[in-house]
């Protein structure tokens, strides 16, 4: 047949200018396309010859080579695969039969940026056209397996295309790009630099299950030589997730983990995930032994690499795993995902969904079985991530009661060992209904507490909890196993106990004795406090401040304003201890003397105090400083 010259499509013509000029922000990626395409024309061969042992194909040596020629300035990419015939490059190359083109063409347009942008183009099967962003000229010639003729395609990626038949094509295709000039400030690399090769193989295509061969430098002047150099091979074809586990060792999964999470130290757990039937995935997953320095910045590495095939598309794909698993390092490999989706593709994919459940619930069981089976390995990882994994219990309501299943809390039970909530449930005293806990910066702070007096003393335990994210969670959750979880610094607290110690109508007495003083301390704080009250909580100290049971904490208004989110500054609860001698000599002062000014003084200390007895802080200082010295001078 005559070489024949053919125009493009409308709309093909546009896609080949929008891909030349503006998709791929990162144009490494033209070279895994290519490879991609080959290593799918290898597995169809296969299979093809599977099905009919008749077919006149050589599968022998599969493999994928690239050939680099720098004095002509030309790249190829090739395989000894399935190959197409004449009507099917006409129809598959020249035309983009693709259904989904011109949707494909206007989603492009739209595109708000270059990410986005690049995302889309797997999904249509354009990836060939990639080449024209590296090269002026692409010439493509294949022989499908079992015919004798093959088939020459060449364009500019312009206006048209010419296709004509040769008869010495071997079996398989081979893409040559005919390279620009090498232009770093746009991304434009010199693609016939052996050393470059290497690494967009080693990075996108490293796990490819047929080899990648490439002749050594300068083999190709070698004619004085009457042995051809043997190529090298430049995939590692290792997928790891892939093989049976009995096959593969323990250091050969640890220096995968250390490869992809740059860590020096081995994984304290290897998790394998392996999913057949309508949608089929592989995964490997690493519990790392220590926290990354930049585990709770905003900018941290998180999530895992994302490959189709053994093609590597994406790293750090955040879609796989809730925000609080981003510790868990790892591979994906997907075989019905579309090569280059993007990240907004992703979270919107069911089957990316379906992946991130069931990676998920995979992930937990793991820690669940770890918890029960392996204290030591189960407290590093605790030590390590529990902050990041109780964020799940405010975010990941559908996994909840997952996490609550592990989780380990300090507690006044024990000085080291944590304790689970199903554990606090069956230590509870007769009588005790809700679970107690306090928050604080630091286990001595929260033990040092004058709301853990009673506690204390009635030998209740308390759960000590000193995570930023602990004032979340625990409000979120609000109970375990129909008991109610409480903060002992927040309303009011009736342990019972306390009041059968008093006698007969004590508390009532105490109440009408001290309700002046309470009136008049409520009115010289009124800008602070909402109410002055009685406590039952206290032995020790004189008074301590307390949130009410539905008010924000400090602690925990902090934080959203630390996130820009302004909330209300809330009025806290000054409670006294009645039995303290300083809330008796207070009393006895105030039904004395007329002039309460001074008195007014010792008030302001005394909520000052109690403020710093929590880990807070006056609200003027200064002022608080110059009141305590002042009072110290008097009474040297």
């Known amino acids: 047949m005559p070489t024949e010259t053919i125009e493009f499509q409308v709309e093909a013509r546009q896609l080949l200018q929008l891909m030349i000029h503006s998709v791929y922000s990162n144009k490494d990626v033209f070279l895994r396309e290519l490879v991609s395409n080959a290593s799918d024309a290898l597995d169809k061969l296969r299979l093809e010859k599977l099905r009919d042992d008749s077919l006149d194909a050589d599968v022998s040596d599969l493999h994928i080579g690239i050939d680099i020629d720098k004095d002509a300035r030309t790249l190829t990419v090739r395989d000894n695969g399935i190959g197409m015939s004449y009507e099917e490059v006409g129809q598959l190359i020249g035309t983009i039969a693709n259904s989904g083109t011109a949707k494909f063409l206007q989603e492009l347009r739209e595109a708000k940026d270059g990410a986005g942008a690049e995302g889309l183009i797997g999904q249509?099967?354009?990836?060939?056209?990639?080449?024209?962003?590296?090269?002026?000229?692409?010439?493509?010639?294949?022989?499908?397996?079992?015919?004798?003729?093959?088939?020459?395609?060449?364009?500019?990626?312009?206006?048209?295309?010419?296709?004509?038949?040769?008869?010495?094509?071997?079996?398989?295709?081979?893409?040559?790009?005919?390279?620009?000039?090498?232009?770093?400030?746009?991304?434009?690399?010199?693609?016939?630099?052996?050393?470059?090769?290497?690494?967009?193989?080693?990075?996108?295509s490293d796990f490819i299950t047929w080899p990648i061969r490439m002749a050594p430098?300068?083999?190709?002047?070698?004619?004085?030589?009457?042995?051809?150099?043997?190529?090298?091979?430049?995939?590692?074809?290792?997928?790891?997730?892939?093989?049976?586990?009995?096959?593969?060792?323990?250091?050969?999964?640890?220096?995968?983990?250390?490869?992809?999470?740059?860590?020096?130290?081995?994984?304290?757990?290897?998790?394998?995930?392996?999913?057949?039937?309508?949608?089929?995935?592989?995964a490997l997953?690493?519990?790392?032994?220590?926290?990354?320095?930049?585990?709770?910045?905003?900018?941290?590495?998180?999530?895992?690499?994302?490959?189709?095939?053994?093609?590597?598309?994406?790293?750090?794909?955040?879609?796989?795993?809730?925000?609080?698993?981003?510790?868990?390092?790892?591979?994906?490999?997907?075989?019905?995902?579309?090569?280059?989706?993007?990240?907004?593709?992703?979270?919107?994919?069911?089957?990316?969904?379906?992946?991130?459940?069931?990676?998920?619930?995979?992930?937990?069981?793991t820690i669940k079985d770890m918890a029960a089976k392996d204290r030591d390995r189960y407290a590093t990882l605790w030590r390590e991530f529990g902050a990041v994994l109780k964020e799940g219990l405010v975010t990941d309501s559908e996994n909840r009661d997952a996490i609550l299943a592990f989780a380990s809390f300090a507690s006044t039970h024990h000085d080291t060992e944590p304790t689970t909530l199903k554990q606090y449930v069956e230590r509870m005293k007769d009588g005790q209904e809700d679970i107690y806990y306090l928050t604080g910066e630091s286990r001595q702070s929260v033990e040092n507490s004058p709301h853990m007096e009673a506690f204390r003393d009635r030998g209740i335990e308390v759960l000590l909890l000193t995570d930023p994210v602990d004032e979340v969670w625990a409000d979120a959750v609000g109970e375990y196993e129909g008991r109610n979880l409480r903060s002992i610094a927040k309303g009011q607290i009736d342990l019972g106990a306390k009041d059968e110690d008093l006698k007969d109508g004590e508390r009532e007495r105490q109440t009408e004795e001290y309700a002046g003083l309470l009136d008049w301390m409520k009115e010289q704080l009124d800008e602070d406090i909402k109410e002055v009250r009685l406590s039952s909580r206290l032995t020790v100290s004189p008074a301590c401040v307390v949130s009410d049971a539905h008010d924000l904490t400090p602690a925990l208004e902090n934080m959203y304003r630390a996130m820009g989110q302004e909330v209300p500054r809330a009025k806290r609860i000054l409670e006294l201890n009645p039995d303290h001698q300083l809330v008796k000599g207070l009393n006895q002062a105030y039904k004395e003397r007329e002039d309460r000014s001074e008195l007014a003084e010792t008030v302001e200390l005394l909520h000052g105090l109690a403020v710093l007895a929590e880990g807070g802080q006056p609200k003027e200082p200064a002022r608080f400083v110059k009141l305590m010295a002042d009072r110290m001078q008097r009474v040297l």
């Not at 250091?251 to 089929?280: M, N, V």
């Not at 510790?327 to 991130?356: P, T, W, Y």
């Open 124 to 204: 249509f099967g354009v990836g060939f056209y990639s080449g024209f962003m590296v090269a002026d000229e692409v010439t493509l010639v294949t022989r499908r397996a079992g015919e004798s003729q093959g088939t020459r395609w060449t364009s500019r990626g312009e206006n048209t295309y010419t296709l004509e038949t040769v008869d010495d094509a071997p079996q398989g295709t081979s893409v040559t790009l005919h390279l620009k000039p090498a232009d770093p400030e746009n991304q434009l690399h010199d693609y016939t630099s052996p050393w470059k090769i290497r690494e967009i193989v080693k990075r996108y």
């Open 217 to 282: 430098e300068g083999s190709a002047a070698a004619d004085t030589s009457d042995e051809t150099p043997e190529p090298e091979t430049l995939n590692s074809m290792k997928a790891l997730w892939a093989r049976p586990r009995d096959e593969v060792s323990d250091d050969e999964y640890h220096e995968l983990y250390k490869h992809i999470s740059h860590d020096w130290q081995d994984p304290l757990e290897t998790l394998r995930l392996q999913a057949e039937g309508t949608f089929e995935y592989q």
């Open 285 to 365: 997953l690493f519990l790392p032994a220590r926290a990354s320095h930049d585990l709770f910045t905003r900018d941290s590495r998180r999530g895992l690499q994302l490959y189709v095939k053994r093609v590597f598309i994406m790293d750090d794909c955040e879609a796989l795993l809730p925000s609080y698993l981003r510790f868990v390092k790892g591979v994906v490999d997907a075989a019905d995902l579309a090569l280059n989706v993007s990240r907004e593709i992703l979270q919107q994919d069911r089957h990316i969904e379906m992946m991130r459940r069931r990676l998920t619930k995979k992930v937990l069981s």
